[in-house]
């Protein structure tokens, strides 16, 4: 048997700031703080559905997880689990929890609540549920242990664990709605609507198309500090002229990462805090490599050497200092584990890019590229003009097109519906290699917005599912570069940028985890922990 962490204790001291907070008591005389930000539609609240970053703003302010993202490094830390241990086939995982934890209803945190938690997620199959397929099952042992069995060693499970919220079984069942077998729907209602979390902020309202109000949760296990904001009014896909406007006059306090460049130039000239998160993510060019003419590689390699990186990251710059993209070398982040070196970073060659293309069995005279865009993200019609006129430069046609989310990602679950060009940007939902690259190029995961390429590549899949059973981080690391190289070799994706995700903020709000590298995280969207930050009033 390994053990794995140290008892619960032990990690206070060492670990992050986020797991030891002294709690302040507010004097009653203080006026309540109001916390007011946004970000793209939907706001989904229930926990087993959760996937955007809108999702991972309310779920990591609204539940909590076994296991938490290290504040300022890598790895993860006790939080609901005290310990753990794994066995020594790697197959068996065994979490000592804290018995000082209630769901915001009052009702006490129990093995059995961790057990329907993970039941559930499998159970209604969507969101980030494809995590834990390789869970067997999950026991509880006794009040405060659980056990989960896997079917095979599977490397990147802990870090899994940071999407599994653990709902309030008890809660969940005392509202059930109309469904088949004993757990009906599984609450899917309930909780589209309603919480059911430990987490240190209670929803208040929710309408997931336009505003989510939540306040602060008194019994926070944890504690929240006196000067977090009282109240967080969380609205969705506001217009970025009604943004600037709205921040302008200080009536808003963070926007979305979504904003267009010049506006965010114009906010930060204008005094406004600019807030940065990297580290795990990019902005995927997506080519569909089934159908004409993008089916040949060598059509898809004139793409990527056709396409000018160079200029696009002009286009993302916010400052001197500041930007939100820096050069990609393919897949997986420069500096991520096992991803390629930034000397390997993409560079614009018309020469490489026209060779291609005269090797392609299509001529560029019998079609049409697609380049479609998110309507909800402008910055993706700037990078469509850029490649419908880089690509002109080599002889291909090309139309843009604009498609709302909801379509786009209805359409590309069929290879025949989706575009031949698509932009997505993707991030490691779980900081891990694997949540970035395997649902966007095994085979098994095609056809999602993370995977419009439909990719079907037999090495691909050999080298993504033999990382999750490699057990330390250098076996692991030496096959995803082999990943990286095999898909720069296949080329379904332009690896257009690693993505900084920037925010405006007025001054009367301090976010040390998005302004302090010290203080950062290596999970998209967990730097709004809105207990960490600070009211300034």
């Not at 109001?34 to 939907?42: G, K, P, Q, S």
């Not at 602060?216 to 929240?224: H, Q, R, T, W």
């Not at 430069?393 to 990602?409: C, D, N, R, T, Y």
Request: aromatic fraction near 8%; charge should be negative; hydrophobic fraction near 40%.
């Amino acid at each position: 048997m390994k053990t794995m962490l140290k008892p619960f204790a032990a990690a206070l001291v060492a670990a992050t700031s986020l797991t030891a907070i002294a709690v302040v008591t507010a004097t009653p005389a203080a006026a309540e703080t109001v916390l007011r930000l946004d970000e793209v539609a939907v706001g989904e609240l229930d926990p087993a559905k959760a996937t955007d970053y809108a999702d991972s703003m309310l779920m990591f302010n609204v539940y909590d997880t076994l296991v938490l993202s290290k504040q300022g490094g890598a790895g993860v830390v006790p939080h609901l689990a005290e310990s753990w241990t794994i066995s020594d086939d790697g197959k068996t995982y065994t979490f000592k929890l804290r018995k000082d934890v209630k769901f915001q209803s009052g009702n006490p945190l129990a093995a059995e609540d961790v057990v329907f938690s993970l039941d559930r997620m499998k159970a209604v199959g969507q969101g980030l549920s494809y995590l834990f397929a390789n869970v067997e099952k999950a026991e509880a042992v006794d009040p405060t242990t659980v056990k989960f069995t896997l079917t095979r060693p599977d490397s990147p499970f802990i870090s899994a664990l940071l999407r599994l919220p653990i709902v309030d079984k008890k809660l969940v069942v005392q509202n059930l709605a109309a469904g088949d077998g004993e757990m009906k729907d599984w609450g899917q209602a309930y909780l589209s609507t309603h919480s059911a979390g430990t987490g240190a902020y209670k929803v208040v309202s929710h309408n997931p198309q336009e505003l989510t109000v939540m306040a602060k949760n008194p019994d926070y296990f944890l504690g929240v500090p006196a000067k977090a904001p009282d109240t967080v009014r969380l609205r969705y896909s506001l217009e970025a002229a009604t943004v600037r406007t709205l921040m302008t006059q200080g009536e808003h306090d963070i926007t979305s990462q979504w904003l267009p460049p010049e506006v965010l130039k114009a906010l930060a000239a204008g005094g406004t805090q600019l807030l940065t998160e990297s580290g795990g993510s990019g902005f995927y060019i997506k080519m569909n490599t089934t159908k004409k003419p993008l089916d040949d590689v060598n059509c898809r390699l004139a793409l990527t050497y056709a396409f000018d990186y160079e200029a696009g990251i002009k286009m993302v710059a916010i400052t001197d200092k500041v930007s939100q993209g820096t050069p990609a070398s393919g897949p997986l982040p420069v500096g991520m584990l096992g991803s390629l070196p930034i000397s390997d970073a993409y560079q614009r060659d018309l020469d490489k890019a026209k060779k291609y293309l005269s090797e392609c069995k299509y001529k560029p005279e019998d079609f049409t590229l697609e380049l479609s865009w998110v309507g909800e993200v402008p910055l993706e019609e700037r990078f469509a003009l850029l490649m419908q006129a880089n690509f002109a430069e080599i002889g291909i046609k090309s139309e843009v097109k604009k498609i709302p989310w909801a379509l786009f990602s209805e359409q590309v679950t069929k290879p025949e519906n989706t575009p031949n060009i698509s932009q997505v940007f993707v991030n490691a939902v779980t900081g891990d290699p694997d949540t970035l690259i395997y649902g966007m190029y095994h085979s098994s995961a095609a056809g999602t917005w993370q995977s419009p390429e439909h990719l079907k590549d037999a090495k691909v899949d050999e080298l993504l599912d033999r990382a999750r059973t490699e057990t330390t981080d250098k076996e692991r690391a030496a096959t995803y570069t082999e990943v990286g190289k095999r898909l720069r070799e296949l080329a379904p994706t332009i690896f257009a940028y690693d993505q900084n995700a920037v925010f405006a903020a007025g001054n009367r709000v301090s976010v040390p985890a998005l302004s302090d590298k010290s203080k950062a995280f290596g999970l998209s969207g967990m730097g709004f922990t809105f207990r960490l930050m600070e009211m300034n009033e």
